[in-house]
C-alpha cells in the first residue's frame, strides 16, 4: 500500500516537474539549486536547545491541521515554547493532491523568516484557495489546465507573503525542493509511522491525539 502510494506520488511530482520544464523555466531553477537554502534543516520555533522537542507533521491542506495551529498552537506556544521549555519543529507531510505539494514547495522558498508566517497564512486561508470542486471541474480540459489553476491559487497566498511570481515559477520548478518534500514523507512514515496529520512527536514518541491536554501530558513526562 504505502509503495503504490509513494509511487503515485513520485509520477505526481514528475508530472509536475515536466510542466515547469516545458514553460522553460527548468534552467533558472538548476541555477537556484547551487543554493539549496534551508532545505537542509529544519524549520524550528522557540529554543533550540530546549529539553522537550515537539514535531509537528502537517499538510498545507489539511482541515484538522488549520484547526490545530489555530486552537492548540496559541496555547502550546504561550505556555511551553515562548518559554524556552520546547523546541518546536513542523515538517510537511505532502499528499498525493496538487494544491499541498504547490503550497509546501513554495513554503520552503521564502525567506526562512517567512516560514512560520507563510504557513499560518495557508492554514488561515484554506477555504479560499484550497478549491477542489473548481479543480475538478477543470480536469475535463486536461491535467495541465487543472494543475495550473491549482498553482495559481497556492502562488496567491505566497504573493501576499512578498514572493515575486516569477520566483514562485523558479521555485516550483526545482528538483530539490520536490525530492526534500518526497525524502520528508519517506522518514515520516518509516521513523515515526505517519500516516495522516496532523501528527505530533514527542521527544521521539507519537502522542495519541492531537489534544492541547494529551501533549502537555507526554511535555510533562519527558521533562523528568
Same mark, same amino acid.
Given at each position: 500500500?504505502?509503495?503504490?502510494?509513494?509511487?503515485?506520488?513520485?509520477?505526481? $511530482? *514528475?508530472?509536475?516537474? %515536466?510542466?515547469?520544464?516545458?514553460?522553460?523555466?527548468?534552467?533558472?531553477?538548476?541555477?537556484?539549486?547551487?543554493?539549496?537554502?534551508?532545505?537542509?534543516?529544519?524549520?524550528?520555533? *522557540?529554543?533550540?536547545?530546549?529539553?522537550?522537542? %515537539?514535531?509537528?507533521?502537517?499538510?498545507?491542506?489539511?482541515?484538522?491541521?488549520?484547526?490545530?495551529?489555530?486552537?492548540?498552537?496559541?496555547?502550546?506556544? #504561550?505556555?511551553?515554547?515562548?518559554?524556552?521549555?520546547?523546541?518546536?519543529?513542523?515538517?510537511?507531510?505532502?499528499?498525493?493532491? /496538487?494544491?499541498?505539494?504547490?503550497?509546501?514547495?513554495?513554503?520552503?522558498?521564502?525567506?526562512?523568516?517567512?516560514?512560520? /508566517?507563510?504557513? @499560518?497564512?495557508?492554514?488561515?486561508?484554506? /477555504?479560499?484557495? %484550497? #478549491?477542489?470542486?473548481?479543480? &475538478?471541474?477543470?480536469? /475535463?480540459? *486536461?491535467?495541465?489546465?487543472?494543475?495550473?489553476?491549482?498553482?495559481?491559487?497556492?502562488?496567491?497566498?505566497?504573493?501576499?507573503? &512578498?514572493?515575486?511570481?516569477?520566483?514562485?515559477?523558479?521555485?516550483?520548478? !526545482?528538483?530539490? %525542493?520536490?525530492?526534500? $518534500?518526497?525524502? @520528508?514523507?519517506?522518514?515520516? !512514515?518509516?521513523?515515526?509511522?505517519?500516516?495522516?496529520?496532523?501528527?505530533?512527536?514527542?521527544? @521521539?514518541?507519537?502522542?495519541?491525539?492531537?489534544?492541547?491536554?494529551?501533549?502537555?501530558?507526554?511535555?510533562?513526562?519527558?521533562?523528568?
Amino acid at each position: 500500500m504505502i509503495k503504490q502510494l509513494n509511487k503515485r506520488i513520485t509520477e505526481f $511530482l *514528475g508530472l509536475v516537474f %515536466v510542466i515547469f520544464s516545458l514553460t522553460g523555466m527548468v534552467t533558472l531553477a538548476q541555477a537556484a539549486e547551487k543554493d539549496a537554502g534551508f532545505l537542509n534543516y529544519d524549520m524550528v520555533m *522557540g529554543n533550540k536547545n530546549a529539553p522537550v522537542e %515537539v514535531i509537528e507533521y502537517g499538510s498545507t491542506t489539511c482541515p484538522h491541521c488549520a484547526a490545530f495551529e489555530k486552537e492548540v498552537m496559541p496555547l502550546l506556544k #504561550k505556555k511551553y515554547i515562548d518559554t524556552g521549555k520546547v523546541k518546536y519543529i513542523f515538517r510537511n507531510f505532502v499528499f498525493q493532491q /496538487p494544491f499541498d505539494v504547490f503550497a509546501s514547495s513554495l513554503n520552503r522558498c521564502v525567506p526562512e523568516k517567512k516560514f512560520f /508566517p507563510l504557513l @499560518g497564512l495557508y492554514f488561515k486561508r484554506q /477555504p479560499s484557495w %484550497v #478549491k477542489y470542486k473548481e479543480f &475538478g471541474e477543470l480536469r /475535463p480540459y *486536461g491535467r495541465y489546465a487543472a494543475l495550473g489553476f491549482a498553482k495559481g491559487e497556492a502562488i496567491k497566498i505566497a504573493k501576499i507573503a &512578498g514572493m515575486k511570481e516569477s520566483e514562485a515559477f523558479q521555485c516550483l520548478a !526545482r528538483t530539490d %525542493v520536490l525530492k526534500y $518534500l518526497m525524502d @520528508g514523507n519517506k522518514i515520516a !512514515r518509516e521513523k515515526y509511522d505517519v500516516n495522516g496529520t496532523p501528527t505530533v512527536i514527542v521527544n @521521539g514518541k507519537k502522542v495519541e491525539n492531537n489534544e492541547f491536554e494529551t501533549i502537555e501530558k507526554a511535555i510533562l513526562a519527558a521533562e523528568k
